[in-house]
């Protein structure tokens, strides 16, 4: 949905969510990857996952959004 590397985010890397999808933080390697998908619809309902990679290893949790 979002990717972030290089102190660059990529806002735009799925379509169906582009244009919606921000991180709260202007800087996430400061540690808050939190992030707002904006205009909810019933099919943005789904599974998704956060992964994050720094050194020493991958951190993921996934989670199911349910919009009515």
């Known amino acids: 949905v979002i990717v972030y590397s290089g102190d ?16 709260n933080s202007p800087d996430p390697k400061n540690g808050d990857a939190s992030m707002n998908i904006m205009g909810l619809k019933a099919t943005d309902t ?22 009515m």
């Open 8 to 23: 660059r985010a990529f806002e735009h890397y799925y379509e169906p969510l582009k244009g919606r999808v921000h991180f």
């Open 46 to 67: 789904g599974t998704y996952q956060c992964k994050v990679k720094k050194v020493p290893g991958i951190s993921s949790r996934k989670f199911l959004l349910t919009v």
